[in-house]
Each structure stands twice: as C-alpha cells, then as structure tokens.
C-alpha cells in the first residue's frame, strides 16, 4: 500500500493508459479522482474500481479548461472530504498526418489535448500542493517529444516537448515547496493508439526497442507509481523514459 493516505487526482482517465495506472494506484490504496472528456469509459472504470473497495470520485471534463478543472478540483475535495496529494496527466492525443495536410485547427486539436490539459491542471491543482507543503505532478511526455516523432505527427511532438520544458521549468519554481514536477515518457506502447499505425509499423516500433518488444499499459503505470511514491521522493525535474530502450 505505497499510496496510502494519498489522493491522486488523474486525467485521461478512461484512456487505455488512464485506466492501468487508476488500477495500479488504487491497488496500492491511493483515493483518486477521475476525469476525462468520455464519459462512459469513464463511468465503467469507476464502476469497476468502487467495487473493488476504492475510494473514488469521477466526472467528465474537459482538462484544457481552466474554470472547469477548478471546478472538477472542488467538486473532488468535497465529495472525497480531502485535499489532493498529486496529480497525473494522462490525457492527450495521437494523429498520424503529413504536416503539410494539416491546419490551424488540427495544430489547435493537438496542443489543446496535450499541452493545455497540462497548463490548466496544474494551474489549478498547484496552490492546494503548495499550501499542504507536499505533492508529485506527473506529465505525460512521449519519445516523439524528446526526440521527434518516427511517423509524421510534428504537432504533436511539438506539444510533447513543451509539456516536457514547462515541467523542468515548473519542477524549478516548486519544488524548492516539496512539490515534485516530473514526466514520463512513454516510447512505443500497445494501445489502440499505436493500433492505429500498420502492422509493420507496429512491428517497426517494437523492433527498435532494445527489449524487442512493444510496452504495455502497465509498463506505464508502474514508472508513474514510482514517480508519486516516497521511493522518488529525491526526484524531481526529470523525464523518466519508459520505452524499452528505443533506438530512434
Ligand atoms: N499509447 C502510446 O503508445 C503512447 C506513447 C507515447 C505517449 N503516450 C501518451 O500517453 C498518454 C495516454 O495515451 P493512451 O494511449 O492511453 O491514449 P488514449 O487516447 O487511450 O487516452 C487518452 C485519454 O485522454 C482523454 N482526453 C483527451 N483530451 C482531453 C481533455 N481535453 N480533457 C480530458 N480528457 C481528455 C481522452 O478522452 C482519452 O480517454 C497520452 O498523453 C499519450 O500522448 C502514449
């Protein structure tokens, strides 16, 4: 029970990542609340947590939103009777496009689910940590933000590095409060998101892991454990790769 006490506030909740690490941390007896844009995925995962014993509070919204994360946050603290411990951002979006096909709204598209979910969340969430004098932020980067994406998704990348260079810079400003900002970064994982690339993409990405295989949402879900728990209590400002030593 690593996360006992704590409450965890996650976003992207009902994501096929989101919903491995709600499992992992509910296991290690963290209370969480859940948010996502989709709202039934996101009633079945806490339908299926509450009955596993968790302490759970939920409600579709949008994270890019400022007011409404607000709201979600006081909505939380109410219905749970607790201030929240720390936070991770799950939520994001993944296109393959030519970045010649795309427009203004698709940069939009992607900076809005990847970027702004994670300035507005934290903007909201980061008083409540600094007033309890602890806390762990959790960004979700990606390989293709430290690296450059492999198929074309420059706007996306884009918006992966950003979330990387604003969580140091964040990690800068708080932590000298005990609040710890850091990231993980997945490389490839078998999600429907990657499902969305051919086969031999597929294939592609796995064999340019040094493991030779794709990773799993559960990978995932224990470097973000590792990241809220005391065990990284000496760890902040960093990007924590979980992709199987990929060789870009
Ligand atoms: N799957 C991979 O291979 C992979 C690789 C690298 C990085 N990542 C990152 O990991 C994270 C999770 O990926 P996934 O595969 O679970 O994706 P997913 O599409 O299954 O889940 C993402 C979730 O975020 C939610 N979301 C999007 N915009 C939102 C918003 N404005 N407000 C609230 N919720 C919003 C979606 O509704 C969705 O449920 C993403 O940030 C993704 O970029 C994934």
Not at 93 to 106: K, L, Q
Not at 220 to 235: M, W
Request: hydrophobic fraction near 45%; glycine fraction near 8%; charged fraction near 20%.
């Amino acid at each position: 029970m690593r996360l006992k006490n704590k409450m965890v506030v996650v976003t992207g909740a009902a994501g096929s990542i989101g919903r491995e690490v709600c499992q992992v941390l509910a296991n290690q007896g963290a209370s969480l609340a859940l948010t996502d844009l989709a709202s039934d995925p996101l009633d079945e995962i806490t339908r299926d947590l509450q009955n596993k014993g968790a302490s759970i509070f939920s409600k579709p919204a949008d994270s890019a939103d400022l007011s409404t994360f607000e709201r979600f946050l006081n909505d939380a603290e109410t219905a749970l009777g607790r201030r929240p411990n720390a936070l991770v951002n799950t939520a994001g979006f993944w296109r393959i496009i030519d970045f010649v096909a795309t427009t203004p709204g698709d940069w939009q598209e992607m900076l809005t689910a990847n970027l702004m979910t994670v300035l507005a969340s934290c903007r909201a969430i980061i008083p409540r940590l600094l007033e309890s004098g602890e806390g762990s932020i959790v960004n979700f980067a990606s390989t293709a933000g430290e690296f450059g994406s492999i198929r074309p998704s420059a706007a996306y990348a884009a918006a992966k590095g950003a979330v990387i260079a604003f969580s140091k810079s964040l990690a800068r400003e708080v932590s000298p409060n005990l609040v710890r900002v850091n990231c993980i970064s997945p490389g490839p994982i078998d999600t429907p998101m990657l499902q969305a690339a051919s086969d031999e993409a597929r294939s592609i990405a796995a064999s340019r892991t040094l493991l030779g295989r794709l990773g799993t949402p559960h990978d995932i879900a224990n470097g973000v454990l590792f990241l809220l728990s005391d065990e990284s209590a000496f760890v902040t400002g960093t990007v924590l790769q979980v992709n199987g030593g990929s060789l870009l």
